[in-house]
């Protein structure tokens, strides 16, 4: 593995085929443990797959790890929250349910702030992501300060697939950050890069975790994009990149984009 030709020096793409072993790799009972690693999943009206979710994370990535387990519940109306309820009396994690609907950014942050454990593993709980994927990071813990999955074939629908391209080409545009999956909800970063970053991640709240590795790669974290499968959803639908609320989200994107890409050169020229 080395430097894709052209990028600055703290961004590095890995190959699939570099990744090591398959994505279970090794049986999970042979890894060695490491408690200071929290598995942090947020969940909104997933009642119906939650729990399949949850119990594929607990055992492929929390059991072998010894991580901390912390599940943030966000207002759902659909029972997500009882039956996290009950899944709690099953599983050893830090649950925080009820309340109303705070949205997926400040869901997160509010997450990340609950975090103590030097690093953090954060997948989205919709189950597009493969958990047993985590083994493509973990490798990379020691020298990066963010590991990100990027998707190599996105399994969405078209009108998603061509948003998140003009998203990354117009991001690109007015960030010269040159990742090619930085809203990528599969990650492990550490903790001094949430202290860092996460008080200025305040622009994209359809984008959150785009506009955090765009802050990140401007003050100099070290980050690697790792290639990871995904799936369509299991069940279920998404109920924020719905097509009547495309052109809403496109204006908010775009203007959001042009304020984070001036914030960004005017904090390179004050340095």
């Not at 059991?63 to 899944?87: I, M, N, Q, Y």
């Not at 109920?239 to 042009?258: A, E, K, N």
Request: a positive charge; hydrophobic letters at 40%; one cysteine or more.
């Amino acid at each position: 593995m080395g430097l894709v030709e052209g990028q600055p020096v703290n961004v590095v793409s890995s190959s699939l085929a570099a990744a090591p072993g398959s994505a279970s790799g090794a049986e999970p009972s042979k890894r060695a443990a490491n408690p200071a690693l929290t598995v942090f999943l947020p969940v909104h009206n997933e009642a119906e797959m939650i729990g399949e979710v949850l119990d594929v994370v607990y055992r492929e990535v929390v059991v072998p790890t010894g991580a901390d387990f912390l599940v943030c519940e966000d207002g759902s109306t659909d029972g997500t929250d009882e039956v996290l309820r009950e899944l709690a009396k099953r599983y050893p994690m830090r649950l925080l349910a009820g309340g109303s609907r705070k949205g997926y950014a400040d869901a997160v942050r509010e997450g990340l702030q609950q975090i103590r454990t030097p690093l953090t593993f954060f997948a989205d709980s919709d189950g597009q992501y493969d958990p047993r994927d985590f083994w493509r990071l973990w490798p990379h813990a020691a020298e990066y300060d963010i590991v990100v999955g990027r998707k190599v074939v996105r399994d969405e629908p078209l009108h998603r697939i061509l948003l998140s391209r003009g998203f990354h080409v117009l991001a690109k545009m007015a960030t010269q950050v040159p990742l090619k999956d930085m809203d990528c909800g599969f990650r492990l970063v550490r903790k001094e890069v949430v202290e860092e970053v996460l008080p200025e991640a305040t622009t994209l709240r359809y984008s959150f975790w785009a506009e955090f590795t765009m802050i990140a790669y401007r003050k100099g974290f070290r980050i690697l994009e790792v290639p990871i499968t995904h799936r369509s959803r299991p069940r279920g639908t998404t109920s924020i990149y719905t097509v009547d609320r495309l052109p809403g989200i496109m204006r908010h994107q775009f203007v959001g984009l042009l304020t984070l890409g001036r914030r960004l050169r005017d904090s390179r020229r004050g340095h």
